[in-house]
């Protein structure tokens, strides 16, 4: 009788290894990833967090500083407008002391020309 040779592998227990070893690829891979990389997502996440908190806190720190150093700024600059004197502002202007200086030069002028040159400087403003 005629043997008939047998394939050096057989077909249906290597397609039974594949699928076993695709089925442990699967859970193998569903382990390392709830053991090792959840944990680390789940670090990382927290770290995230707590780094936003600390950069949030920082912000508020630094607007409450800008803040109070606004608003002690505002003070200095309100007493010192409190401070000052009404003729000293007026007479610091150029254009209010050129009108100064020329109703002071009127002083000479006889009392009929003035009225007419005081109208002459304030039509001039």
Known sequence: M???EEPPFNRKRVLMFLVALVLILIVGGWFFKSQFLD??????QGQSTSLQTSQS?????MSADI????QT??????SEANG???TDVASSSP?????????????GYPTSQIK??????CDGL
């Open 116 to 121: 007419s040159t005081c109208e002459k400087i």
């Open 84 to 86: 000052l004197n009404a």
């Open 2 to 4: 005629k043997q008939i």
């Open 67 to 70: 803040s109070g150093q606004f």
């Open 57 to 61: 806190d920082n912000f508020n720190k």
């Open 95 to 107: 254009q209010v002391q050129k009108v100064i200086n020329d109703i002071k030069a009127l002083e």
């Open 39 to 44: 944990s680390r997502f789940q670090k990382a």
């Open 73 to 78: 700024k505002l003070d200095s600059v309100k």
